[in-house]
């Protein structure tokens, strides 16, 4: 079993709809959650971490943790075309490693 | 300047050449990553470097050689790759190696293919 899972998609949704991305983990040490966006051939971009259970909003952007269940979600409201990319889930133990779930590919269209 | 810059963009080299990646960051960050990326793979963990310092090499081949020579800059020396080899070569930063809390700063990465 992996560390982290994530449904590689791709998710494809039109522009408007809310989005909602999933990785669930085994590791119950993992403390520290992200969530980047990796648009094809570029370097992986921070949207958002956090490290308690609950929900933190950013814009259009929710991140929510949920310890107990080992399950984190990115929702993205009122999705847009220059949202199509791949997501990555990742996440530590308070180590110097980041372990990343393998991503989700998301496309919107208009 | 919120950005770590790598250069170069694009390296196609051959299995008997010798060649440098290079990476820069100027925000004060104090802990610096090598990741490797193929297509539709996350990165994967090669080196940690701590206030320049290796801490950690995750059992990558010795034709892969990392070097700090100061705190803002980070080299990767590459030595008889194999196409195997060939990948997106990605940079990161972080304040320290705690901060991985809060994630790291990628660059946009070496696109590497080796014939």
């Known amino acids: 079993q992996k560390e982290v899972e994530q449904d590689p998609g791709p998710l494809s949704v039109p522009e408007g709809a809310i989005v909602s991305l999933n990785c669930t983990y085994s590791?119950?040490?993992?403390?520290?959650f992200m969530w980047y966006r990796q648009y094809s051939r570029k370097g992986p971009e921070l949207l958002m971490y956090t490290y308690s259970s609950g929900n933190k909003e950013d814009g259009r952007f929710t991140a929510q943790v949920d310890k107990s269940s080992k399950y984190i979600s990115l929702f993205i409201r009122d999705s847009q075309p220059s949202d199509s990319a791949t997501y990555l889930c990742a996440m530590s133990d308070d180590t110097d490693k980041l372990i990343f779930g393998t991503g989700t590919r998301l496309q919107v269209f208009p | 300047d919120t950005e770590v810059t790598q250069t170069p963009k694009h390296l196609v080299m051959g299995m008997t050449n010798k060649k440098s990646l290079k990476c820069e960051q100027h925000?004060?960050?104090?802990?610096m990553y090598w990741y490797k990326q193929k297509a539709k793979k996350p990165p994967e963990l090669m080196f940690v470097?701590?206030?320049?310092?290796?801490?950690i090499n995750e059992s990558v081949p010795s034709r892969f050689s990392p070097e700090c020579p100061n705190s803002s800059l980070l080299n990767l020396h590459l030595h008889a790759l194999q196409p195997e080899d060939s990948a997106l070569y990605l940079c990161?930063?972080?304040?320290?190696?705690?901060?991985?809390?809060?994630?790291?700063?990628f660059g946009s990465g070496t696109r590497l293919t080796v014939v």
């Open positions: 590791n119950s040490a993992f403390q520290y």
């Open positions: 470097y701590s206030y320049e310092k290796l801490s």
């Open positions: 990161a930063s972080s304040q320290a190696t705690r901060a991985v809390r809060q994630g790291y700063t």
């Open positions: 925000m004060g960050h104090r802990a």
